[in-house]
């Protein structure tokens, strides 16, 4: 289908800077530098900088980061590990191949981890808190959540795939906790041309065993330190994210303009539930990976909003984790994570977005509900 709105244009982000692309592969690959090189090293500083952290560690992905950050806190097998059922499976599927267990709270009204639901979750078993900063929002509360970890000694892994450069009351995500998990798959705030991920951390000995763990083990040196795994970041992802890091703050903007005119145009129809808009009065500064509303009759309005050619998707197949039968993680109780994906519905939002798409988008919505 010919779309008028795409929900994601990979040509379009290639094209505004084809040459320096092709001139940063050129370069990396004309120098043989491939695997853990000056590429990585640069990127890895500029980034941990970005972030406010003292040390990042590029990985192949975040769902390795993940793992990698939960196996440097010493999560294993009898543990268990609190988080959400709204996230991606990678976020889960890392704690069961730890061989520990996952424990889900319900959702707030914002759609992140109700954070007042953690402490009754906590158990003699509990080893980590997984909260999972979606749609470029980080939960509120963390600075609750974080007094608890430290009550309970408790390691705080973010998932934050989907908030890089977002803030809650002037701290920025991934850096609440032991360690930050972030994403680099190329829809993306800050993606590349494939896989790639990064952890970020404060503790020195943390970064350093993350580092010998996506090298297979190794130290500085030739010895083998402890098992280990390949979960390293190749050079050209590196490269490239090292150009396209200084544009993110352009970027953001031009997501949180976006995130604006949909508000203003969307605002006032009873039959949605939009998210907040981007606002800094109330202690978040938003970025808007995604832009998820909740809305009555939401699978008709999908389907009208497809046939006048916009692209619209339902993020996860509309599922929690613990609703996939297959991974056998059922009978928590999550009434809000339930309801909401009967409506939730994520409209198409990045920055080459143009203002007429972005109203076209809007139109075709207030044409639904009439």
Not at 25 to 44: C, M, N, P, T, W
Not at 189 to 215: H, Q, S
Not at 263 to 288: A, T
């Amino acid at each position: 289908m010919q779309w008028k709105v795409k929900f994601f244009d990979y040509p379009l982000q290639f094209n505004a800077h084809e040459e320096e692309y092709i001139e940063i592969i050129r370069g990396v690959l004309s120098r043989g530098a491939f695997i853990l090189g000056e590429d990585l090293e640069k990127f890895e500083g500029k980034f941990a900088e970005f972030v406010g952290s003292k040390f990042a560690v590029g990985v192949s992905c975040c769902t390795d980061a993940m793992l990698l950050s939960l196996y440097a806190a010493g999560v294993g097998p009898g543990d268990e590990v609190i988080s959400v059922s709204h996230t991606f499976v990678a976020t889960i599927e890392v704690i069961k191949f730890l061989g520990a267990k996952t424990v889900f709270v319900d959702i707030a009204d914002d759609h992140n981890m109700d954070v007042d639901l953690v402490e009754s979750a906590i158990t003699p078993r509990t080893k980590a808190i997984i909260p999972v900063h979606l749609n470029g929002r980080i939960c509120s509360k963390m600075d609750k959540l974080a007094a608890l970890a430290e009550k309970y000694n408790l390691a705080v892994i973010e998932d934050a795939a989907q908030a890089l450069g977002a803030t809650y009351r002037g701290k920025d995500a991934g850096t609440f906790g032991l360690s930050g998990c972030f994403s680099f798959y190329p829809a993306k705030l800050l993606g590349t041309f494939g896989d790639a991920g990064a952890v970020v951390t404060d503790d020195e000995a943390f970064a350093e065993k993350v580092r010998m763990l996506r090298n297979h083990g190794r130290g500085k040196g030739t010895d083998i330190n402890l098992w280990g795994l390949n979960c390293r970041m190749d050079n050209l992802h590196a490269a490239i994210l090292d150009f396209k890091l200084p544009g993110l703050g352009d970027r953001i903007k031009r997501r949180r303009e976006i995130a604006a005119s949909y508000h203003n145009g969307l605002s006032g129809i009873k039959e949605l539930r939009l998210p907040p808009p981007p606002v800094e009065d109330d202690g978040h500064y938003d970025v808007f990976q995604n832009y998820e509303i909740e809305a009555e009759r939401r699978d008709e309005l999908m389907s009208y909003l497809r046939e006048n050619g916009v692209e619209v998707v339902v993020q996860w197949g509309g599922k929690g984790v613990h609703q996939f039968k297959a991974l056998g993680l059922d009978g928590f109780n999550l009434p809000r994570t339930e309801f909401f994906f009967k409506k939730a519905l994520l409209l198409p939002l990045y920055p080459e977005l143009g203002d007429e798409q972005v109203l076209y988008v809007v139109q075709k919505i207030r044409e639904f509900y009439g």
